[in-house]
Every structure is written in structure tokens, then in C-alpha cells.
């Protein structure tokens, strides 16, 4: 399986961005997805997840209520929604595969990172 990240960007406070991850390979639609990003010296951490059926999201404290994470099963993608950016968002995202979760061992995949910068 290959995930191919995009969408990043640099961006004011406020506005909103959507990460593309497409998937090649493998059948998409039997496992989990995830967004991590990871900024400048700090450690990988959980963004989103979706399960296989996308009838379950989770999300980390930070983002609830300004991102959404969906899937689209038919185009092997999965997107990452991003309003009211703030600083604090800036890192690079990777998006991943695997058994789901806000763990990264739970994933066995990962795509190579977009960057997002959000300006003040």
C-alpha cells in the first residue's frame, strides 16, 4: 500500500485547508485511517481517525470541532478538513493506515507528510 499525501499549504490564522491522502494498493476499504502531525522538535502526534466504514470518526482534544476527517471509499481517499487554522496547527501531516486508533503502532503505512504553516 502507498499513501500520497497533499493539500498543505501556507495559510493565515483563521482559514481553513483540506489534506488530500490518496491510496494505491491493498484494498482500502477494509482498514482504518489516521492523520498525525508532527512539528519541529516536538514528537508525531494523533490528528484524526476513520474507521474502515467511515461511520466512526475520533479526533485529538486540539482539533475537535474545527477539523474533520471523511473517506471516500470509492476513490481510495481519505481527507482531512481544517477550519479556523491556528499557529499551533503548524507541522507537517502525514495521513496512515492500519487498525485505527491515536496510537501510531496502530498503523503500518504511512504517507510522506504535507507541510501546513499557519501564519498569526
Known amino acids: 500500500v502507498q499513501l500520497q499525501a497533499s493539500g498543505g499549504g501556507l495559510v493565515q490564522a483563521g482559514d481553513a485547508l483540506r489534506l488530500s491522502c490518496a491510496a494505491s494498493g491493498g484494498t482500502f476499504s477494509s482498514y482504518a485511517l489516521g492523520w498525525f502531525r508532527q512539528a519541529p522538535g516536538k514528537a508525531r502526534e494523533f490528528v484524526a481517525a476513520i474507521t474502515w466504514s467511515g461511520a466512526t470518526t475520533y479526533y485529538a482534544d486540539s482539533v475537535k470541532g474545527r477539523f474533520t476527517i471523511s473517506r471516500d471509499n470509492a476513490k481510495n481517499t481519505v481527507y482531512l478538513q481544517m477550519n479556523s487554522l491556528k499557529p499551533e496547527d503548524t507541522a507537517v501531516y502525514y495521513c496512515?493506515?492500519?487498525?485505527?486508533?491515536?496510537?501510531?503502532?496502530?498503523?503500518?503505512?504511512w504517507g510522506q507528510g504535507t507541510q501546513v504553516t499557519v501564519s498569526s
Open positions: 496512515a493506515k492500519g487498525r485505527g486508533g491515536k496510537f501510531t503502532w496502530s498503523y503500518d503505512h
